[in-house]
């Protein structure tokens, strides 16, 4: 006995007047007495669909059927996003897709609902590839077999899967789950499939797979197969590449792969800091300005360094990273007591100067509070000239997102010269300029293709840093402002200063 449910068959139909109500006449009796509802949406379709579907609802008045029919014609996609949002809205608990063309099974739809209905699957898909030789034998085209095929292995390496087919139209969703992913922020053409998918993937959705017969008839196919590979290739993609910060689209910011502090642990590979911490001593004072949850501070506090901290959040269990934790607004551009009354060795500014609304009244503050004893800054910032940012930018992109280089709250964006500059302004002696590479592993996973890309990318920053380092990584001196010069000197300081009583008083009177 099947898990009870309200189920929703939703049929898309484009000029299927010839095969709609063979399809309807498919949908299981036990189905319907379980008291699912069919929902037809007609995507102004050229042929008598509408009008067949209504016959038919005339015909069987028994049967639960609501035919619609878009005032334009709004595409696969776009269909489906109808007929979701109809799921949600009626409070279904599970939509099975079917197309009117009767190409997928419509006698299925209690096996391929009942994971859903029963809590162990949030989507179930009918793969027509899990039954070797099962898709050539129902009669798909060689070449539709080959490029399904294809595609599937692609997508299963760059996404980490293991279906056997993304390309199905057969497929029963939970309702609650499609609630949880911005399916309405996907294409309205073919490839809405893959982008759905991939959408369940980021959100850690599970996903089953049923084999289904294969049938192909006289049906009239409306997919452009090239377009359709290029579209699944690129969604899939950047997809993935979106984890880098280095594009950004809205449909694909959803889901436990993004659902992270804007300060994530970049150890254990060439990384700003990996570099921070080799550049630092043990034993050495640090101060951690914008330190989010300790990451680098822990590491130096391990290290044998004595570390203060501060950040705009505060944090209970600070004492764990570090000697001193200061809850600070740096945008205020004022330092506590707690903070400025210290001797510090090293200022620590990784990922911070791209959030202030005013870096140089922030770096004048910084070194007016602590240049007397010109401790040694480390800053590292995103480089806005980073090659794909450059290529994008050439053809009208510029998008901002939730992370990386273009982070919806960077304020400013830095390239190597204009970051030298500001320091060289600021009063900081820059010594070192080094550029980093992307953050493969994090977008990646720790993998085979991620060290390579890594190692690569490395390379290439030798060769020309400003286009290929996706971080500027740069150390430099603080030095005294005149402020802070004249704060600490007395006139008493003057006179018995050697130089100034040999050099600065004598000089005068000889040209006397």
């Known amino acids: 006995m099947s898990p009870s449910g309200k189920i929703l068959i939703f049929i898309v139909a484009y000029n299927a007047e010839k095969t709609l109500d063979w399809v309807l006449d498919r949908v299981p009796q036990s189905v319907l007495e379980s008291g699912a509802e069919i929902l037809v949406i007609d995507d102004s379709s050229k042929d008598s669909t509408f009008e067949v579907g209504l016959r038919y609802k005339e015909i069987k008045p028994g049967v639960k059927l609501t035919m619609l029919r878009t005032p334009t014609n709004q595409g696969y996609g776009g269909n489906q996003k109808l007929g979701y ?11 099975v897709l079917i197309h009117g063309d009767g190409q997928y ?3 299925m739809i209690e096996p391929i609902t009942e994971p859903i209905l ?13 039954e070797k030789g099962g898709a050539l034998k129902g009669g798909m085209p060689l070449y539709k077999f080959v490029g399904n095929k294809i595609l599937t292995t692609f997508q299963n390496w760059w996404l980490g899967s ?3 087919e993304f390309h199905s139209g057969f497929r029963a969703y939970s309702v609650s789950a499609l609630a949880q992913v911005p399916f309405e922020n996907n294409t309205n053409d073919f490839h809405f499939d893959t982008e759905i998918i991939i959408q369940f993937f980021r959100k850690n959705l599970r996903i089953h797979e049923i084999p289904i017969p294969t049938y192909y008839g006289d049906e009239i196919c409306h997919v452009n197969g090239m377009k359709y590979a290029w579209d699944v290739v690129k969604a899939t993609l950047l997809s993935k590449i979106q984890n880098l910060g280095l594009f950004y689209q809205r449909k694909f910011d ?3 792969e993004v659902e992270y502090s804007p300060y994530r642990p970049k150890l254990g590979f060439r990384s700003s800091h990996t570099m ?11 101060l951690d300005l914008g330190c989010g949850q300790g990451i ?11 570390v203060f901290a501060a950040d705009k959040v505060p944090i209970t269990d600070a004492r764990e990273f570090c000697d001193h934790f200061e809850k600070l607004d740096l945008d205020s551009h004022k330092f506590p007591e707690a903070l400025s009354a210290r001797k510090i060795d090293t200022i620590l500014l990784l990922d911070i100067l791209e959030h202030l609304k005013d870096p140089e009244g922030f770096l004048d503050s910084l070194r007016n509070t602590f240049g007397v004893h010109t401790p040694r800054v480390i800053i590292s910032t995103g480089n806005v000239a980073f090659f794909p940012l450059r290529f994008v930018l050439l053809f009208g992109g510029f998008n901002y997102g939730p992370r990386g280089i273009l982070d919806k709250d960077h304020k400013r964006l830095f390239t190597f010269r204009t970051l030298k500059l500001l320091l060289e302004e600021s009063g900081f002696q820059v010594s070192s ?3 980093v590479p992307a953050p493969f592993p994090l977008a990646l996973g720790d993998s085979v293709l991620s060290q390579n890309l890594l190692r690569f990318n490395s390379l290439l920053t030798s060769f020309w840093r400003s286009l290929f380092s996706y971080q500027i990584f740069a150390t430099s001196k603080m030095t005294p402002s005149v402020e802070a010069m004249l704060s600490t000197m007395s006139g008493e300081d003057l006179i018995s200063s050697p130089q100034l009583r040999n050099d600065g008083l004598r000089q005068p009177v000889e040209n006397l």
């Open 105 to 107: 099974p419509p006698e």
């Open 254 to 256: 959803v889901g436990k």
């Open 118 to 130: 029963s809590g162990q699957a949030d989507a179930v898909f009918g793969s027509r590839m899990l």
């Open 296 to 306: 680098v501070a822990k590491a130096l506090k391990e290290k044998g360094c004595t």
């Open 85 to 95: 949002r109809y799921a949600i809205e009626k409070d279904f608990d599970a939509v």
């Open 433 to 435: 300029l080094s550029g």
């Open 162 to 164: 293991s279906l056997s």
């Open 276 to 286: 921070a911490i080799e550049n630092i001593m043990p034993g050495e004072t640090v």
